[in-house]
């Protein structure tokens, strides 16, 4: 059985919720990624901040990224996958809500990201083919 902790990327890290997009942005240059998991003063999963969010719901209207922090655009309950779930039910609960990344969790710590571009480099050709056609499809 592969895993979730087999595909993802190792090691992500978090943004405070009390950081700035300032920050977030810095830090997604730096680890060269698109996307942040936030996390709270409780060490809990709060969101997760993309590169997008930051231009459309921030610098496009008109707001300071060193002002606004990343806590504020965190929305909604986020999904995440336990370490040791199967590839399948990953694929299944990212397909199900249209989500293009997910964080990895054990022991209720963020030990990962799973990515479009972590699927592409473990799955089937037809696994990649159902995701992209599920995920992208007209909501």
């Known amino acids: 059985m592969t895993t979730a902790r087999d595909i993802m ?6 943004i405070n919720e009390d ?3 300032y920050t977030a942005a810095q830090m997604m240059r730096d680890l060269e990624v698109g996307s942040l998991p936030i996390c709270g003063r409780d060490n809990r999963l709060h969101g997760i901040i993309t590169d997008r969010d930051i231009v459309l719901r921030c610098c496009a209207e008109g707001r300071d990224p060193a ?3 990343a806590g504020e655009l965190a929305q909604g309950k986020p999904y995440w996958v336990d370490a040791g779930s199967d590839v399948s039910k990953v ?3 990212m397909e199900q809500h249209q989500i293009r990344r997910v964080p990895v969790i054990a022991e209720h710590q963020l030990v990962g990201m799973i990515s479009e571009a972590d699927l592409a480099r473990h799955l089937t050709d037809e696994q990649l083919a159902h995701f992209v056609e599920s995920v992208y499809a007209a909501r």
């Open 19 to 21: 950081d700035s997009l």
């Open 9 to 14: 990327h190792a090691g992500a890290k978090c």
């Open 91 to 93: 694929l299944s609960m």
């Open 67 to 69: 002002e606004v922090k």
